[in-house]
């Protein structure tokens, strides 16, 4: 009975054992290529991006196994080592890549269209507020631009007023003379 309750121990202690082994491996290699990235400068954004760039970009012309796709930076004193893991499972037809190329492109242009579209739906509200907001500053300014009249204003309006009045009366006057003149001549 000891026996078997020793290879019980044995064996959940191994199991144990070969994860914290395997775990301790997997810290050391993460520890080691965030130090690598900080002595290079590349950040784990910049790092994950240029990931995914170099999938896409290899996934147009070979079909690669992604899980197992792996990078990382070494760098020492004198240079900089950019290592690729690329697993790769078979290479890509001319139909396929072609196929690969004509969807990236497809999808370009969609996401193309959708910006022009959200631009202009956004200059059409913007030229709407826009007019709305000079309508009303307009129709304030009509309310508020009315200068109040000065004596001097008031004194020119009333000059205005009996020039016109006076023009007026000497357009009647000389239109009047030319009726008598023909009368007096008839007489």
Known sequence: MKDIFSDIY?????FFTSQGEESKNTAKSRLKTVLMQDRVGFSERAMQMLKDDLIDS?????????????????????????NLS?????????EEIDEALSLQEQV??????EIVDE??????????KLAEQMNEDSTSEEKTDKPEETEETK???EKNEENQQNSKETEEEQKEKPKTSKKNKQL
Not at 10 to 14: F, G
């Open 10 to 14: 044995d064996r959940v202690l191994s």
């Open 58 to 82: 290899i996934s147009r012309y070979l079909e690669i196994n992604v899980d197992s796709f792996d990078l990382s930076i070494d760098a020492n004193e004198e240079s900089t080592i950019l």
């Open 86 to 94: 690329i697993p790769v499972l078979r290479p890509k037809t001319d």
């Open 108 to 113: 370009k242009i969609e996401k193309t269209e």
């Open 119 to 128: 631009l202009k739906e956004l200059v059409k509200e913007k030229a709407q």
């Open 155 to 157: 004194e020119k309006t």
